[in-house]
């Protein structure tokens, strides 16, 4: 008997660890996870209630809250159709900083290869400039300069895809609140 009350106790405890540490780190997650357990929990008993008259009550309840949780879902589904607006923006704004580091990328590869050619005929001792966006610069610049569009090119490319996650996610809680909201 001892001994399932100390499991019992250490159980709940860990429960109660993991629990706490799941609303800190991801408290939308675990306020779901709360909600579905809630419904969950609610569907069993539902089921197993005989009484009519008790059912009947339930009903009224569900009748008098129901205007509410539209209203809710209504502003819930404002509030995502905002989010996916804004992050949809910052989409686009990491595509074209990805399509204006391509360009920017090609140009001086070009500027780079024709100064290649030019040095390659010319005398060691030839000075030889590449002139990017307006502004002159030796190869060694050039060259830097390119590693320096890659690495902003590529940091935007990341942020671009990870916004693509998340708008195929919010996509998803769109659908999700849609559906119940024209039921």
Known sequence: ???IVKNMVRLGVIGAIVGGAAIIAFPDRAGAIASQA???IENVIDRNIDDPVRLRHQLRELESKYPKKIGQVRADLGELSAQIGEVEREYKINLRVVAYADEDLAQLQTALGKA???KAEASKYTIVRVVHNGRPMSSDEAMAKGNEIRETRSAYA???ADLEGQLGYLRQ???RLTGPLTK
Request: aromatic residues 0%.
């Open 158 to 160: 990341a942020r671009a």
């Open 116 to 118: 290649r050619d030019v």
């Open 1 to 3: 008997m001892a001994g």
């Open 173 to 175: 809680q769109e659908e």
């Open 38 to 40: 809630k419904n969950n």
